[in-house]
């Protein structure tokens, strides 16, 4: 008795199995794949009976899938869709062989948060330098990426339409209170706040002028005994008893223990997101870090 000969499933066949499928029509199929309609009707009559199961039912009126027919059209379609995600990797692999991404970002997203970021990106894409600009405001960020000094940066507020942005993640504004505050309790109140010198950053600083606006909203004002340009120094001066900080909590880690942290009486949040400039053409790399990136937002 003679062997069969294994089955060897055909991805054109496939295809081909599709085409007929959208179409009802194996001379429709046939001119939209460029075709003799000789080639679709073998194409579907192998496929019948390497599968041993009738597809279609053959009328005067088109192709009409049969019951099994329709279910390994869904087969298919996901076959030749995996199919699609192979070359894509495969070219895009191709692509990132060279070139580099340049980021430009804010200290506490450069220390907080990149660092994992930059590792998962080199284990995926080892051959692909980045880039990291630490910048001091959103201003010196925007025009980073205006000038083409940088690909990618990290923002807390809004920017013109030039720009393109995605949200990335929300960064709580903590309270912190030096170890000799006489605030005890669970949670803070605004008279609690009220009663304490505060040292804030210094004029200007986009941060402070969310608290700001948000304590103003509330009929609220801070008694404010020093403004400092440093998160850290900010950090190490309420350590040490000379007043307490309203601050986004990636600028103020870590926190050193003594320190007490709450959140404010009514909670905070500045949105982090990413940006880069709108009709800027960017290399393949740059895409994949932004894919990276909206695997890993917060």
Request: charged residues 20%; contains cysteine.
């Amino acid at each position: 008795m003679p062997r069969k000969r294994p089955f060897q499933l055909s991805l054109p066949h496939l295809h081909t199995l599709i085409t007929v499928a959208e179409t009802g029509s194996f001379s429709d199929a046939a001119l939209q794949l460029e075709l003799s309609q000789s080639a679709v009707s073998n194409a579907i009559a192998t496929l019948e009976s390497d599968l041993g199961v009738s597809l279609f039912l053959r009328g005067r009126h088109g192709a009409t899938l049969t019951p099994v027919g329709d279910r390994i059209l869904a087969h298919a379609r996901r076959m030749m869709a995996i199919q699609d995600d192979l070359i894509k990797d495969a070219n895009l692999a191709r692509s990132l062989e060279g070139g580099q991404v340049r980021v430009t970002s804010f200290r506490s997203m450069s220390t907080q948060v990149l660092p994992d970021v930059l590792a998962e990106f080199q284990r995926r894409f080892p051959n692909i330098p980045v880039e990291l600009r630490e910048s001091t405001s959103n201003a010196i960020i925007a025009a980073d990426l205006r000038q083409g000094r940088a690909d990618i940066g990290f923002i807390d507020e809004t920017l013109d339409a030039e720009f393109e942005t995605w949200d990335f993640m929300r960064d709580e504004f903590v309270v912190l209170l030096p170890p000799n505050s006489e605030v005890t309790g669970p949670s803070l109140t605004w008279e609690d706040l009220a009663q304490q010198p505060m040292i804030m950053a210094t004029e200007g600083d986009n941060c402070d002028r969310q608290v700001y606006d948000h304590c103003t909203r509330f009929g609220q004002h801070l008694r404010v005994s020093y403004h400092v340009k440093n998160d850290s120094t900010i950090v190490g001066m309420v350590a040490r008893g000379l007043g307490g900080t309203i601050i986004p909590r990636l600028a103020a880690e870590p926190v050193p223990s003594p320190i007490k942290v709450y959140s404010l009486p009514v909670p905070l949040f500045r949105n982090i997101e990413v940006v880069i400039l709108a009709k800027a053409l960017h290399p393949p790399p740059v895409f994949a870090f932004l894919d990276l990136l909206k695997e890993s937002r917060g």
